[in-house]
């Protein structure tokens, strides 16, 4: 079978070459132009017409098609649904704030996690996304959109550490000096809780931002909300963050959805002011975006204000995630949805803008 030569990093890269006989200096030179996006081993004009055809033989490059690209006329935001080699579609969103170009990326075709309030579950796991996949989500997005990424956030379709040695793959890979040279430290990763992969990620040190889907700070809410907490728990899951903060010496972040009438009351404020107190954890609190085959509805402004009141009142450090992309499903899933939907009906896939 060939290879996916994308996924390889460099020193797998040179020792693949040397297979074929060639010197491993040769890694560089391929990996290089793999970085710039090339789309064919015929694009690699510095390298002899032997060894490309040597390479076709034992790899594959396969590049992402756009299928959909909306751009927000509020903001600017840019949401691309990207068909992959098997015909399946994955979400990217590109985000541009005063410190650069944030690209929100997918990990996973679909998801198995079941949060009651996210259309990415919707239908469930269909599969993994392979490194290459991953990576070229921010390389694509960027030279479509001639956008400079500078920022990266695993918070799109699928469950990072439920991928996680291809997640982990992925980040040497856009880390890497001589590819994207993205900065760790511009880089979050966002779980449900997965708190089985928490030490293992700390062992790495990565100096990545942490972000939990926290999104209830008890085990009855969180529970209906987000069925992950089954079987682990809030208390075993700040007692994870809280290794984690101890090993690394990066402060997590607690992503909170406000949900009307189920997870923003004053009880639910108290509660999320203390688990977070437990770890140093900033709280960012997200406006939530309705999604068509949900029931649950953002919270009020009032209760909105009531509630970061009682976390600031209680010495919290919270934020409120600027809403972009409202006009164009920028909701994580939407628009792979509103795909699945046409073409449940006969309409092209292309169409589903």
């Not at 990326?105 to 392979?130: D, H, M, N, P």
């Not at 293992?200 to 009855?220: G, M």
């Not at 450090?317 to 073409?343: F, I």
Request: glycine share 8%; hydrophobic share 35%.
């Amino acid at each position: 079978m060939k290879q996916d030569i994308v996924s390889l990093l460099p020193e797998e890269l040179a020792d693949a070459l040397a297979e074929l006989g060639e010197p491993k200096y040769r890694a560089a030179q391929v990996f290089r132009w793999l970085s710039r996006g090339v789309r064919d081993f015929d694009e690699m004009s510095d390298l002899s017409k032997s060894l490309r055809d040597r390479m076709k033989e034992s790899f594959f490059i396969y590049r992402p098609r756009v299928l959909s690209k909306q751009v927000s006329k509020i903001d600017g935001t840019i949401k691309y649904l990207w068909e992959l080699r098997d015909g399946n579609a994955v979400e990217t969103v590109v985000m541009t704030y005063k410190y650069g170009n944030t690209v929100c990326i997918s990990s996973q075709v679909g998801c198995r996690q079941g949060c009651a309030f996210c259309a990415s579950t919707i239908g469930g796991l269909v599969r993994c996304l392979e490194p290459s996949e991953i990576l070229d989500e921010v390389m694509f997005s960027q030279l479509d959109s001639g956008k400079p990424i500078s920022h990266i956030v695993l918070m799109g379709i699928g469950e990072p550490l439920d991928n996680f040695e291809n997640v982990m793959r992925f980040l040497e890979l856009v880390n890497h000096p001589k590819g994207m040279n993205i900065g760790m430290r511009h880089i979050s990763l966002s779980t449900c809780g997965i708190i089985e992969r928490f030490d293992e990620l700390a062992e790495r040190d990565l100096q990545l931002t942490l972000s939990v889907s926290l999104h209830a700070p008890d085990d009855e809410t969180r529970s209906k909300l987000m069925p992950a907490n089954r079987g682990r728990g809030v208390d075993a899951l700040i007692d994870a963050c809280r290794r984690y903060t101890e090993q690394t010496g990066r402060r997590i972040s607690f992503e909170y959805a406000m949900i009307d009438g189920v997870n923003d009351t004053a009880n639910h404020a108290q509660l999320l002011a203390k688990r977070a107190r437990a770890v140093g954890a900033h709280v960012n609190l997200i406006p939530l975006n309705h999604v068509e085959e949900r029931q649950f509805r953002p919270s009020t402004p009032g209760h909105m204000k009531a509630f970061i009141k009682i976390l600031e009142e209680a010495g919290v450090n919270v934020t409120v995630r600027r809403r972009l992309g409202s006009d164009v499903d920028a909701s994580c899933g939407q628009l792979r949805r509103k795909m699945q939907k046409h073409s449940e009906n006969g309409v092209p896939a292309g169409s589903a803008d």
